[in-house]
């Protein structure tokens, strides 16, 4: 049976995870909460944090703050100051290859590289989602009426895909064969990079503001819907001409965070209510992993093993799930 142990985050939990297999939560008043053996705060950011992403490999945990700073933080507590950019209102922030990180405010994005060198990106129209390719150094942009791909250490010029409507998150599938965005409308769009063919994922009665790929990318689990939307990502096609999967159905509350487990195909999903199921694939099995509580899911995230899951929540509840 599923053990939950509470954690008192005391604020709005932007993002849960693990660092080296120590379970954090970076929090919405600036500090990150570490929860191995006693609970250690590190007050990263002077005031609001923005956002929270972790480095490729793992070991670092990236982090954007109302102050300006763009700042990594490693298992130990230890911070350092990778971009500051005063007065910028800064809450896109993308990991990538080779310690790269990317970040983006108003029409311009950056990407920091390993040895401290700067890249800038300049758009017609304010960016909406920043992602980097899994192979090679490029970025896709989510933007209005599309995204762009740049090649952030070669020149020429970028690609160019075109779809009307502004688009907002931005991701790769592990493969990197398709680039999905959400968009401002209740939908998903995405490129099938091979052909350019246009991929459109619609029906959702809210926003999708979370989004998880599938063990081996089978599957791109969503919220924005009082079931998880879990479209199938396998055969030649993507999801066209597939239905998707419908998992946790809830007729009073909508899912607003997925988080699929790292080896099975299996989903974590959290509700407006704090509700938190585990549901199987293959048949909608359940799981009862957390009742309601006080406020939207916010951040999920499994350990490397897929035994613990880190939750938080917008009213500062948070927990470690153990299945063991």
């Known amino acids: 049976m599923p053990t939950l142990a509470p954690v008192d985050a005391d604020a709005f939990v932007i993002r849960a995870g ?3 297999d120590i379970p954090f939560f970076a929090l919405g008043d600036g500090s990150v909460l570490f929860t191995e053996g006693s609970e250690r705060r590190v007050q990263v950011h002077k005031s609001g944090l923005l956002a929270a992403e972790l480095t490729q490999d793992g070991k ?3 982090t954007s703050g ?3 700073l763009i700042r990594r933080t490693n298992a130990d507590g230890e911070a350092e100051t990778l971009a500051e950019r005063p007065r910028k209102w800064i809450d896109l922030i993308a990991c990538g290859p080779s310690d790269a990180v990317a970040f983006a405010s108003g029409r311009t994005a950056w990407v920091r590289l390993k040895d401290g060198t700067e890249k800038e990106f300049a758009h017609e129209r304010a960016v909406g989602g920043l992602a980097f390719a899994p192979k090679g150094m490029k970025l896709a942009v989510g933007r ?16 160019e895909l075109s ?10 599938s592990p493969d990197g064969k398709y680039l999905v965005t959400s968009m401002q409308e209740n939908a998903l769009h995405g490129w099938r990079l091979s052909d350019m063919q246009d991929m459109r994922m619609t029906g959702y009665p809210s926003k999708v ?27 030649k ?30 989903a974590a999903i959290g509700y407006q209510d704090g509700m938190i199921l585990m549901c199987r694939f293959e048949d909608n099995a359940e799981v009862l992993l957390r009742r309601s509580g006080k406020g939207p899911v916010s951040s999920m995230a499994w350990d490397d093993q897929g035994v613990r899951l880190v939750f938080g929540t917008e009213e500062g509840e948070a927990g470690i799930v153990s299945l063991q």
């Open 18 to 20: 693990f660092l080296k």
């Open 66 to 68: 109302d102050d300006g």
């Open 209 to 235: 503001k979370s989004w998880s790929w599938s063990v081996k990318g089978r599957y791109l689990a969503t919220s924005g819907a009082n079931a998880a939307i879990v479209w199938p990502f396998f055969g």
């Open 163 to 172: 779809w009307k409507g502004a688009h907002l998150a931005t991701c790769y």
């Open 237 to 266: 096609t993507g999801p066209m001409g597939q239905n998707p999967l419908q998992l946790g159905a809830r007729g009073d509350s909508l899912v607003t965070y997925v988080a699929c487990h790292p080896k099975e195909e299996v």
């Open 60 to 62: 670092g945990l990236v």
């Open 144 to 159: 209005y009426d599309g995204a762009t791909i740049w090649w952030v250490t070669a020149q020429g010029k970028p690609q």
